[in-house]
Nanobody
Framework: QVQLVESGGGLVQAGGSLSLSCAASGLTFSTYTMGWFRQAPGKEREFVAAINWDGNRINSADSVKGRFTISRDSAKNTVYLQMNRLKPEDTAVYYC?????????????????WGQGTQVTVSS
């Protein structure tokens, strides 16, 4: 049974930082591209960042380039999202997702498994 469990969300002031983690189990981590998506109230889910199965290809949304960094630790079956210089518009539920042998440029529909999400709230 595949499980993706996000953690690290919370409330932070604008300009601050948060680090999200997503622990994966029940799958062969090294064969999955891992992605982060987010969904704000009343908006569609949007892509944030992805890292491919061997870690040598990273893709990120223009809105977070230079502020957010995605990484993965195969020894811990965990993917991370370091978020710096947070803005109120980054407020959303953040979801971790896994795509079997996927591309770092894949859309949300390509992903096979999803976590339950973690809330990130940035106050102004």
């Amino acid at each position: 049974q595949v499980q993706l469990v996000e953690s690290g969300g919370g409330l932070v002031q604008a300009g601050g930082s948060l680090s999200l983690s997503c622990a994966a189990s029940g799958l062969t981590f090294s064969t999955y591209t891992m992605g982060w998506f987010r969904q704000a109230p009343g908006k569609e889910r949007e892509f944030v960042a992805a890292i491919n199965w061997d870690g040598n290809r990273i893709n990120s949304a223009d809105s977070v380039k230079g502020r957010f960094t995605i990484s993965r630790d195969s020894a811990k079956n965990t993917v991370y999202l370091q978020m710096n210089r947070l803005k109120p518009e980054d407020t959303a539920v953040y979801y971790c997702a896994a795509d079997y042998w996927g591309s770092a440029y894949a859309g949300a529909g390509e992903y096979d498994y999803w976590g339950q999400g973690t809330q990130v709230t940035v106050s102004s």
